[in-house]
Structures are given as C-alpha cells and as structure tokens.
C-alpha cells in the first residue's frame, strides 16, 4: 500500500497536547517528502510541517513553537507532536508524501494522501 495511514486524533481542551503518527509503507521514492495538512470546517486544505527525506523541516508560522514534526526512515513513518493546542488547530489532519527531491508546501505537490484523522479541541 503507498498512500499513508494516520493515527493519533481525538479531543483536548486547549492547552493540551496530542501526538499524530503517520506510516508510509509503499517503496522509499514515494515517501522522498512527507507532509502534515489540516482541514478545518468550511477552510481550504493547508500545509502544517514538511520534512524532507534528509529530516529538513518546514513548519507552518501558526505552528511554530508548537508542533514538532520528524520522520523515521527506517520504520516510513512521520511525527507530528501538537503541544499548546488552540480551538482554532481543530482540522482533520492529513499525511501526504510524494516522489520529488524538492518538497513543495501546496496540495497539489503530493501524490499520495492518508483518509486523515480528526482533531478537535475544545475551549
């Protein structure tokens, strides 16, 4: 299977914290980049973190000093650990990974998409 698989959703209050884990499990080129989306109700489908396949990071401004995101190459699987969750952070989360060398930070620069697991958090 290549399209990625999430785990980790549920409900917090704010302030709380939530770890997503994503696996990757098709052939090393289709995960060169791997990336965190959100969706929030009635909102476009936004970039949260990108790792390259060397562990280079990109992370979303609103997210900043809040979300760690890393990749294990060994077991295909991505990271995305939530602290200081905000109302505003609740969102289906997605995995996306893609064959290119140079990680882009848009939807359409990922083949390859999980079914996304559910955020919420509450005031």
């Known amino acids: 299977q290549v399209d990625p698989v999430e785990s980790g959703g549920g409900s917090v209050q704010a302030g709380g914290s939530l770890t997503l884990s994503c696996v990757a499990s098709?052939?090393?080129?289709?995960?060169?980049?791997m990336a965190w989306f959100r969706q929030g109700p009635q909102s476009e489908r936004e970039v949260v973190a990108v790792?390259?396949?060397?562990?280079?990071?990109t992370l979303a401004d609103s997210v900043k000093g809040r979300f760690t995101t890393f990749r294990d190459n060994f077991k295909a699987t991505l990271v995305l650990q939530m602290t200081g969750l905000k109302p505003t952070d609740t969102a289906i989360y997605f995995c996306?990974?893609?064959?290119?060398?140079?990680?882009?930070?848009?939807?359409?620069?990922?083949?390859?998409w999980g079914d996304g697991t559910q955020v919420t958090v509450s005031s």
């Open positions: 996306a990974t893609d064959t290119r060398y140079v990680c882009g930070m848009g939807v359409r620069d990922y083949l390859y």
């Open positions: 098709g052939p090393d080129y289709s995960r060169r980049c």
């Open positions: 790792v390259d396949a060397d562990g280079r990071t």
